[in-house]
């Protein structure tokens, strides 16, 4: 088992510019959520999946963000115009997706510096 | 709202035992998540509590008393390793994850 996998793990970038991050989650698992983490908080959800299912979605993303799972397997996360406050970690997880209240498992992150 | 609140840093020493409390006021429960994170990694899990009472893990318990929305974590024999950032996390009633922002642990010699 190889755990979930992010890439890229860094990217630079100039603003307004666009950014697109590949989460590859954990094989069996069914859900698989992005985060958004700046230093000294905590994660902050930004939207999950059920299979290729976009099921919720943060009322604080902006519509400047997207997301698609498209066979239900890995998922990407496109930043269209990137502003320099879209500096952060992004992080996807996964789980199950069997039940409801299940834990998480974490990729590495991609650390996004906008400049 | 909903909130999560557990301290900004903590110091310990190497050898000796520390808890990391954390309380809560969410839209429904279903469970805490602690996390252990460190500089620059993604959080890893630790352990979950759904009903009252302490669990135990290795050289980590969690305790939980829905009642008082409180919980800690406790880490004993502690190791140099164990510096990290510790997450607190409570799932609301739409299974969300809510987080705090982390407790970071310092550890001395």
């Known amino acids: 088992d190889t755990g979930v996998s992010q890439d890229p793990r860094h990217k630079i970038t100039k603003r307004g510019q666009n950014v697109t991050f590949r989460c590859d989650p954990i094989?069996?698992?069914?859900?698989l959520y992005w985060y958004r983490q700046t230093l000294g908080q905590g994660p902050e959800f930004l939207t999950y999946?059920?299979?290729?299912?976009?099921?919720?979605k943060s009322r604080l993303l902006s519509d400047r963000f997207s997301a698609e799972r498209p066979k239900g397997s890995f998922s990407t996360l496109e930043i269209q115009r990137t502003e320099q406050g879209d500096s952060a970690m992004y992080l996807c997880?996964?789980?199950?997706?069997?039940?409801?209240?299940?834990?998480?498992?974490f990729g590495p992150g991609t650390r996004l510096l906008v400049l | 709202g909903q909130n999560i609140d557990q301290p900004t840093e903590m110091t310990a020493t190497e050898g000796a035992i520390v808890q990391i409390n954390c309380t809560y006021q969410?839209?429904?429960?279903?469970?805490l998540f602690w996390y252990q994170q460190h500089a620059g990694e993604a959080p890893t899990f630790l352990s979950y509590?759904?009903l009252d009472g302490l669990e135990e893990k290795g050289r980590f318990s969690s305790f939980l008393s829905r009642s008082k929305g409180y919980s800690y974590l406790l880490l004993k024999e502690l190791q140099m390793k164990d510096s990290a950032s510790y997450l607190c996390a409570v799932m609301d009633s739409n299974y969300q994850l809510i987080w705090g922002a982390g407790t970071k642990l310092i550890i001395k010699p």
């Open positions: 969410t839209s429904g429960f279903n469970g």
């Open positions: 999946f059920q299979n290729e299912a976009q099921l919720e």
């Open positions: 997880a996964s789980s199950l997706g069997q039940g409801e209240a299940e834990t998480q498992y």
């Open positions: 094989s069996e698992h069914n859900r």
């Open positions: 509590n759904v």
